[in-house]
């Protein structure tokens, strides 16, 4: 992500680490760019953006994330402060396709 996106324009609030995410729509699919000052959350956003970047709005809002995580074996290594960063991160998606749709 380019440093002129690093504003409190594209600012995720709930996490511990400084976490920006932006997107666009183009042909119907929902193109993310994220990124963040720590690198385990830089990780952990690739992990994120492997689910639901290129989707439409409608793939992103039925996904099992849960699932996908539960598939990973994330969660389990996760702190509860960065557990609540990845919800932050969801929650921030989902209404992206929700307002997309």
């Given at each position: 992500m380019?440093?002129?996106?690093?504003t409190e324009d594209y600012?995720?609030?709930g996490c511990q680490s400084q976490v920006w995410i932006d997107n666009e729509v183009r042909d119907g699919k929902v193109l993310l760019e994220a990124d963040s000052?720590?690198?385990?959350?830089?990780?952990?956003?690739?992990?994120v953006l492997a689910a639901y970047?290129?989707?439409?709005p409608a793939e992103i809002i039925a996904?099992?994330?849960?699932?996908?995580f539960t598939q990973i074996d994330?969660?389990?290594?996760?702190?509860?402060?960065?557990?609540?960063?990845?919800?932050?991160?969801?929650?921030?998606?989902?209404?992206?396709?929700?307002?997309?749709?």
């Amino acid at each position: 992500m380019d440093d002129s996106k690093k504003t409190e324009d594209y600012l995720l609030r709930g996490c511990q680490s400084q976490v920006w995410i932006d997107n666009e729509v183009r042909d119907g699919k929902v193109l993310l760019e994220a990124d963040s000052d720590a690198h385990i959350v830089r990780g952990l956003l690739g992990v994120v953006l492997a689910a639901y970047n290129h989707k439409t709005p409608a793939e992103i809002i039925a996904f099992d994330i849960d699932g996908y995580f539960t598939q990973i074996d994330l969660i389990k290594h996760l702190s509860p402060t960065r557990g609540n960063g990845l919800r932050a991160m969801v929650e921030r998606i989902k209404n992206i396709a929700a307002e997309a749709a």
